[in-house]
């Protein structure tokens, strides 16, 4: 497989596919997006990049060579993967394609976005020599997908793993229980590399989401046990496990906790004790 650093925002990872970073003008971590673009002309983008106009996607496909875009996929609806997709439309006359569920997306970080085609569970999506299966990957995003290529051994799998450390699910519309379940569902493939929406290429693909799962399977357990202690709300569940994060990713922090509160009240582990004005400013107690 190719991994040649091509320029400072734009990698080739094989042949006729390259990486494309995307400066992240709004998430709260600050780190780029791939845009991953499968050519050669007429390419297919995966992602879109954050709101830049399209730029940074449309100075790499000059730089690529490529001339024409034929399809844009998004693996969801979140401002920092979909931000410049109307306007790369509107550059390359290329089709939008999203799953339904994200459609009713809101939010800080979502976007209202008008697709022009939706994806379905299951169906393969044709891109040069490629071909795309995907995937429901719900838990970050309502309509989350990633994207199987078979051939690769890959999975393109937008927010549902990180390069970078682990992933936000931040209700309501992320959901700890369906995120859990779609990790278990792509350990099912065959991967031996993870092409994610933030950070480096993953190796070793099916070791690493199994550590995904066993890392919130003891984050669980984790705040099961601090509410066992004598925590019993989102704030100070937080204070205790995650004492040393920065202020600006607290609120993801909380939400997190509170997505593993939510999943263990639907396990039946949990359950409120006082109830709040939201379910985040609830209390809780172990059942």
Do not use: W
Not at 8 to 31: D, K, M
Not at 221 to 240: K, L, N, P, R
């Amino acid at each position: 497989m190719i991994n040649t650093e091509v320029h400072q925002h734009a990698a080739q990872i094989a042949e006729h596919l390259f990486r494309c970073e995307v400066p992240n003008l709004t998430g709260p971590s600050g780190q780029p997006t791939n845009v991953y673009i499968v050519g050669p002309s007429p390419a297919t983008l995966i992602d879109a990049g954050s709101d830049d106009g399209g730029a940074s996607v449309l100075a790499a496909l000059e730089r690529h060579g490529i001339d024409a875009v034929e399809q844009i996929i998004l693996t969801h609806a979140h401002q920092d993967h979909a931000g410049s997709a109307t306007a790369l439309r509107a550059a390359t006359g290329a089709p939008i394609s999203l799953h339904p569920r994200d459609l009713a997306a809101s939010g800080r970080h979502n976007i209202d976005l008008q697709p022009d085609r939706l994806l379905a569970a299951g169906e393969v999506v044709e891109a040069g020599d490629y071909r795309f299966q995907v995937i429901e990957t719900p838990g970050h995003a309502q309509g989350h997908v990633s994207l199987y290529e078979p051939s690769l051994k890959a999975l393109f799998a937008g927010d549902l793993l990180s390069g970078n450390g682990t992933i936000a699910i931040v209700p309501p519309r992320g959901s700890m229980g369906e995120y859990m379940a779609s990790l278990r569902r792509v350990s099912q493939f065959e991967i031996d590399m993870i092409y994610p929406g933030h950070g480096p290429a993953i190796p070793n693909g099916n070791e690493r989401i199994a550590q995904y799962i066993a890392h919130r399977e003891r984050r669980e357990q984790d705040i099961y046990e601090t509410i066992q202690a004598g925590s019993h709300t989102i704030d100070s569940i937080t204070d205790v496990l995650y004492a040393d994060v920065q202020p600006r990713i607290r609120p993801q922090a909380a939400g997190t906790v509170l997505a593993h509160v939510i999943h263990l009240i639907e396990l039946g582990r949990v359950s409120v004790t006082h109830e709040g004005p939201s379910i985040g400013e609830s209390e809780f107690a172990v059942a």
